[in-house]
């Protein structure tokens, strides 16, 4: 078995406009909207908690708004040293993944990658020891999220029995945190989806692995004005 070998550097994907999010996102990109009563952008978080977990160095691939994000960047007291990348046309996923993780500062060793939207916590070292004892290329953090909408169970005859608020999905989802070998970057597509085409391959090679989050561990996507709500309360905050 392999001795884990714990990331220093990570990718942080932070240029979707978030169309649904609007009108927040209607002067600033999605990861530099604030979830209420933190006083802080959501990448704010992100690169605090990526701190926490020893990471040194991260690149943000910046899109929409890229000069509101880079400022806040630049006048910032931050925990680690951030670099910023701007995709000058659409790369798409996998493209924009390869394009930021040329500025690595050490492209010969593994890095973490996660999407500019997500409000997470969890031990991306136990995630990175995960993804070293599988030998995998790829390693994708797994969440549960809650279903939005009440949910009934019924016996054999029909009958109703219960009524649940909001159960957990039956289903792992890609939570949009990632460990990359440092393999990985040469697969990845100078244009287009790395996940219709990377991950498939790896799949298929027994060489993507999936690490299911502890349980308790906190995950919300923010994708709406109401997940920033849920969030809010989530945290045991007060909305503004």
Not at 62 to 74: M, P, R, S
Not at 173 to 188: D, E, M
Not at 205 to 230: C, H, M, Q, S, V
Request: glycine share 8%; with cysteine; charged share 20%.
């Amino acid at each position: 078995m392999q001795t884990p070998t714990f990331p220093t550097q990570a990718v942080v994907l932070a240029g979707g406009q978030g169309s649904r999010l609007r009108p927040y996102t209607d002067d600033r990109p999605k990861p530099m909207v604030e979830i209420p009563g933190t006083g802080t952008p959501i990448i704010g978080h992100q690169l605090a908690w990526l701190a926490e977990e020893g990471v040194t160095d991260a690149v943000v691939s910046c899109g929409h708004l890229a000069e509101v994000l880079q400022e806040w960047l630049d006048s910032a007291v931050l925990p680690l040293r951030v670099t910023t990348v701007v995709e000058t046309e659409p790369l798409g996923r996998g493209g924009g993944l390869k394009y930021a993780a040329a500025s690595l500062p050490h492209p010969d060793r593994p890095w973490y990658a996660t999407n500019g939207d997500i409000w997470t916590r969890f031990s991306l070292r136990e995630m990175a020891a995960f993804h070293t004892e599988r030998d995998a290329t790829a390693t994708l953090a797994l969440a549960r999220p809650r279903i939005p909408w009440g949910a009934v169970e019924t016996d054999a005859f029909g009958h109703i029995t219960d009524f649940i608020e909001s159960p957990p999905s039956p289903y792992l989802i890609n939570a949009g945190v990632y460990v990359f070998s440092a393999a990985f970057t040469g697969l990845l597509p100078d244009v287009g989806d790395h996940e219709r085409t990377t991950f498939p391959r790896l799949a298929r090679e027994r060489r993507l692995a999936g690490f299911p989050l502890p349980n308790g561990a906190y995950w919300r996507a923010i994708d709406t004005a109401k997940d920033l709500t849920e969030a809010a309360k989530e945290l045991d905050t007060k909305v503004r």
